[in-house]
């Protein structure tokens, strides 16, 4: 199993939504998402999963959630309620958020931690929004002590990419090739 982070986060402060939205918006960063984790396991926390729009309908979607009720929108959606679901699990993981899944596996310091994190950053004004502020510093302060960036960083409105791969770990070619295709298609 590899798992694979995917973020895009607000230069400087690592904010990656308010409230339940993501507050600013880059159609061609949305593509490029929706071509890293289409077809993919995507993993997200039960608050994003509300935000997914239908398109992501018909992927495989394992939602965290404390609920072991919680009713899930398509029979191919699962509700997960401990981690321990992944440990031993053999298909590669996409985790797509928010800040609890990122913060969750991120800070587990073992097994759970993201293999490759696709690391986007917005460099522009972000928009009001009602709520919270959520950011990622702890992921990212994490990212920087533990992986290593791999390849080019790749620049499209405003939005930067990197991979990051992390350091000791054996990533298979295929997972980078997809990565790297599905950002240059942009
Ligand atoms: N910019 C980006 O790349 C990006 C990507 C995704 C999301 N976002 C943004 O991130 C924000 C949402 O993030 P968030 O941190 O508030 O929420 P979240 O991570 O999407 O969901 C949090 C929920 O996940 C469940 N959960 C978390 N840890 C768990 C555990 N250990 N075991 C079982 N369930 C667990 C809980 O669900 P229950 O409450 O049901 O127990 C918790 O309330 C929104 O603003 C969204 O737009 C941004």
Redesign the pocket.
């Known amino acids: 199993m590899t798992k694979v982070a995917?973020?895009?986060?607000h230069e400087g402060d690592n904010i990656?939504?308010?409230?339940?939205?993501?507050p600013w918006r880059v159609p061609s960063d949305l593509k490029k998402?929706g071509r890293i984790v289409t077809g993919q396991n995507i993993v997200?926390?039960?608050?994003?999963?509300e935000?997914l729009p239908p398109k992501f309908d018909k992927e495989t979607i394992f939602v965290?959630?404390?609920?072991e009720d919680?009713e899930t929108r398509a029979p191919q959606h699962q509700v997960?309620?401990?981690?321990k679901f992944f440990k031993d699990m053999e298909d590669d993981l996409y985790l797509?958020?928010?800040?609890?899944?990122?913060?969750?596996f991120m800070g587990d310091g073992g097994k759970l931690m993201p293999d490759v994190i696709v690391d986007?950053v917005y460099h522009g004004e972000m928009q009001q929004a009602d709520?919270e502020k959520?950011d990622i510093s702890s992921s990212v302060d994490m990212m920087r002590k533990k992986y290593m960036q791999v390849g080019s960083v790749y620049e499209e409105d405003n939005v930067t990419t990197a991979i990051y791969v992390k350091r000791g770990n054996f990533v298979e070619q295929r997972i980078l090739k997809h990565i790297i295709n599905s950002i240059i298609n942009s």
């Open positions: 995917v973020w895009c986060r990656i939504g308010i409230g339940d939205s993501i998402f997200v926390g039960r608050k994003t999963y935000t965290l959630s404390g609920q919680y997960v309620t401990k981690t797509c958020g928010g800040a609890g899944i990122y913060n969750l986007c709520g959520v």
